[in-house]
């Protein structure tokens, strides 16, 4: 007995070991794989050099819907679809232009983007008076007399000794979403909010906004971060200088745009779903190629690695192009609607929508019990430095699926250099390198056929 | 007495807890510091803007020399001097041209890059046949009778599956620096070499050749990765295609150039020698950003944070910018030849030369009980994502203090960006972050303050 036991025993542990050697064996061979085909990097390349600025609603984005679909269309997968989605439609306009008018120190054209949403300044520009703030807290105690008819300068700078930019990022955004709605409570004539980036540069850093339905609109705009310390410096020693701006952005009528789908289907439990997403739509006028063309990207190449590599997932895989992730996030509450609606089983979700930086590792957010099984397939990754496997995960596109008890996962990449690009000029193909933004995609690659294999 | 142990116990206990506090404070400070402070940065964009293409001897490397004891002359340190090395004086000449020449395909001019040391063409440029091996092997079966009078491509690539993209130049580097050595003993007319990247690109990328002083001297370039492909491509239906490139380099005799070196002596130990340093000469015709300006700065950014943070080594710290790295050695060499002369203590080195990118941690050579010691150091730089600490370091410039038994550390910062710079027109300021940099000073500065403070 004794002796059946040990054998049972040393039976189970070369099991595990010939098993773990498998996946070991198998994260090589997509590392390698992706290390060494530049399908994903150059699928990368044509969608940010021809559907660039497809911020949703536009025809950039249709043409980017378009060319992933036909991606996936020619990659033999199981089914390909686009998901109809209605969304906003709002157009940036002319090119925006801006300058200081200082009667002490001249004339300075500063570079700035309209926020997204924002209502246009009208063809003749705004010019006013400016009044510098760093939060709500100080608009409020400035009060409407000496607000009204003023341009809001909302100042604060990311903390830059945040190692966690994102976080930096979440303390300093209100001023972009909120600022225009707040100032305008005070009878403001516009906002110019310090553009959210870590990085002290010329490129306007635009992004969404939200008005109040209740306070009339004022246009709002990002002005770069050297153009932010300028202004600044010179509103210090001559308070009456103007600045101006002029923008001519504008809504029009909501427009049907889609999700774009492929999968492979599950071998044995094809109702369940795993879904790897990021979103299409993007800010112009960059390319969006960390924002979030990588992520789209990214997610075909794992369907790519898969097929590649001869796995027949357990589960239904789904790479999913969100639309509309920056604006109104349409895409995302439709997929899970739709998902309801059609009572689908999903069973697991991982978002990439931070960049094409070097793979850290995964945030996720599950049951406890599936949480620590989850958590402990660091191991795995270590070899690769992989080494960021911590609760908390999400995101804006796969986010509504929690209402069906879905875990929800979020691909995490390096930040540092992440805010240089976001939502700028300066988010554009040549600043994706190769080797990481591969390595990203073998490391969801990675991730999710572990979920699969181990049914976790 | 058992009493007294454990309260003995409980006060050491106590005393390393606020120890470690102390510490982690301290670090803190320094990445607090380094990431506001925009010092090293703007200072790194001076060396790379106004002194780019510093090879050794030339008057832009004497420039570098200048700038460098400025800087660290203005900052109030304890000793700046600077210390006279001999140096090789290649000289690139005029722009490379190269084409490749064939009556199937056409006409396609090609970038490459005179190899540093390699004698030049002529005037008239260098017409070939084109024979492409992979390796010495290969060019030894050949052999004189397939070899002599053509140009020798060699074509073998950086292995990209490889992760420490060190190893996969090393494996990859013997054709650069031998290849002209080896073809040439076959009668080869010249050499093209693949560059070494694990980019696509269309950067040459240059570095140091050699000849062997028995065997005739022939020119030899670098050619850009994708030009190697496309000579590759047309080679195999066309092996009669010729190859024309073009390089008027020479070699003047040497010249004095200097180590730039800055102290804080220490406030114990003086005459213990804690050296941190990177080299201050850098290829054309890039600006030596990443290769290594910013190892320099960095070096001399450590001094910075020790002063502003009012911290008094118990050691002599020592920033010491090396003169040729690239092409002999010889700042190295002098720098511990003059050690040796003057008997000096050298406590500790650490070099600062792989880049500017995301800090991984420290590589370390020293006896194994030291070594434990130092390696030991990782918890305190795990709050930052620092987390490689193995056995194993050194580098060029401070390999000769080895004779002293001096303990030698490498920098060692994230790796697979690190080649689509090195030793090319693409190794610019502007691909620097500001973040990664900076987070790279403040680890090194925290490394420095740590084997002094705890006598490693």
């Known amino acids: 007995m004794k002796q059946i036991i040990l054998g049972t025993i040393l039976l189970l542990n070369i099991s595990l070991t010939l098993n773990a050697q498998e996946e070991d064996k198998m994260m090589k061979a997509f590392f390698d794989e992706a290390l060494t085909d530049q399908t994903a990097f150059e699928n990368l390349r044509y969608l940010c050099k021809n559907c660039n600025g497809r911020i949703t609603g536009s025809s950039q984005a249709a043409a980017a819907v378009e060319f992933t679909f036909q991606v996936m269309n020619n990659m033999n997968l199981d089914k390909v679809y686009k998901q109809p989605v209605q969304v906003p439609y709002w157009i940036r306009g002319e090119e925006e232009t801006a300058s200081i008018q200082s009667c002490k120190f001249g004339f300075k054209a500063v570079p700035v983007s309209a926020l997204g949403m924002s209502v246009g300044t009208g063809e003749d520009g705004l010019s006013a008076k400016v009044i510098e703030v760093h939060n709500f807290a100080e608009l409020e105690k400035l009060g409407r007399e000496n607000i009204e008819g003023k341009i809001v300068f909302f100042n604060r700078a990311m903390d830059p000794t945040m190692l966690n930019t994102f976080g930096a990022y979440g303390g300093a955004a209100d001023q972009r979403t909120e600022g225009a709605a707040r100032a305008g409570a005070f009878g403001a ?7 959210l980036t870590t990085s002290q540069d010329n490129f306007p850093h635009t992004g969404v906004m939200r008005y109040n339905d209740t306070i009339s609109k004022i246009p709002a705009v990002a002005i770069s971060t050297n153009g932010a310390n300028l202004l600044s410096k010179w509103l210090k020693n001559d308070s009456e200088l103007n600045f101006f701006f002029r923008t001519t952005s504008y809504e029009l009528p909501e427009v049907t745009s889609y999700n774009v789908i492929g999968e492979i289907k599950g071998s044995e439990f094809p109702d369940q779903i795993i879904t790897v997403g990021g979103h299409l739509d993007s800010w112009e006028p960059g390319e969006g190629a960390h924002d979030d063309g990588a992520g789209c990207m990214q997610s075909i190449e794992v369907l790519r690695l898969f097929q590649k590599m001869g796995i027949q997932p357990k589960r239904t895989i789904r790479a999913v192009m969100f639309m509309d992730e920056e604006v109104a996030q349409r895409g995302g509450d439709e997929y899970a609607r739709q998902a309801g609606l059609k009572n689908e089983n999903h069973y697991f979700a991982l978002e990439a929508d931070r960049g094409a930086l070097m793979p850290k590792g995964f945030g996720i957010s599950a049951p406890d019990e599936r949480l620590e099984k989850i958590l402990a397939l660091k191991k795995y990754f ?15 596109d796969i986010g509504p699926l929690k209402q069906f008890q879905t875990p929800l996962s979020s691909y995490i990449p390096e930040m540092q250099r992440y805010f240089d690009f976001h939502h700028s000029g300066n988010d554009t193909f040549e600043q994706v390198n190769f080797r990481e933004f591969q390595m990203g995609s073998a490391a969801i690659a990675s991730f999710i056929y572990l979920i699969d294999k181990h049914d976790l």
Chains 1, 2 share one sequence.
């Open 382 to 396: 270590e070899p690769y430095g992989i080494t960021y496997f911590k609760k908390g995960g999400g995101g804006v």
């Open 189 to 195: 004539a516009g906002v110019v909010a310090r553009s």
